[in-house]
């Protein structure tokens, strides 16, 4: 029942009590509530969970792909020198596919241009402190410390605008041509899937494994 106070001109309201009739504040939640339960079988009459519906095993999408499309994206070439195909490569000709090729972006000199990274000619026998000097420009020179990386990116990303358009000759004689311009190896040498993993970059010794053991620092 609700109970009815008397105000001064003798009109009656209701007090503001749980009875047959709610208080305003509460009428938010009553419906909030409603639209929770909803229908008649819902969770919250029911007491119990609803289960999801079956997912099908395959959905019909895409195809298994075959030996030869996986081959034709499994590229990589690591330190090692696993994954580098045959074929060899020369200065004089990586020179002229630099010319071609490259010089567009990176410059005849591999000097750089706009946007496009410098790949020649900074002094890798300097201090190793990118960090303290901004203007200390990394290379392949001076930074990188694998050559075979040199063939790994070349081979899957250059040149910009024909990304993967080289054959393996080609991008051996490019490689060649890159060391031997940062002053790596003479310019005689002939870069293959032998002798490249054995050539050591000036950097190589500034990079070490990360072998920290996760302590309470990095949790």
Not at 126 to 136: E, G, L, T, V
Not at 153 to 169: E, K, N, T, W
Not at 172 to 189: C, D, H, K, M, Q
Request: proline share 10%.
């Amino acid at each position: 029942m609700a109970t009815f106070l008397s105000r001064a001109d003798g009109m009656m309201r209701p007090a503001c009590r749980f009875g047959t009739r709610w208080p305003a504040i509460a009428l938010p939640v009553i419906i909030l509530l409603c639209a929770c339960t909803g229908r008649e079988g819902a969770p919250a009459e029911q007491g119990r969970m609803v289960e999801s519906p079956a997912l099908p095993e395959a959905f019909g999408l895409g195809t298994e792909p075959s030996a030869a499309q996986i081959a034709s994206v499994n590229i990589d070439a690591n330190p090692a020198g696993v994954g580098l195909p045959p074929g060899s490569g020369t200065y004089a000709k990586g020179a002229t596919l630099f010319t071609q090729k490259c010089a567009a972006c990176h410059g005849m000199k591999g000097e750089g241009m706009g946007p496009y990274p410098r790949l020649i000619g900074v002094d890798h026998q300097r201090d190793f402190s990118f960090a303290n000097d901004p203007n200390y420009l990394k290379t392949i020179g001076n930074y990188w410390p694998y050559a075979t990386t040199i063939y790994d990116y070349v081979h899957r990303a250059m040149p910009f605008p024909a990304p993967g358009s080289l054959q393996p000759d080609e991008v051996y004689s490019l490689v060649a041509f890159l060391l031997a311009e940062n002053g790596i190896v003479p310019r005689t040498t002939v870069i293959d899937r032998q002798t490249l993993p054995k050539i050591k970059m000036p950097s190589r010794s500034r990079f070490i494994p990360d072998d920290r053991a996760g302590g309470a620092s990095f949790r």
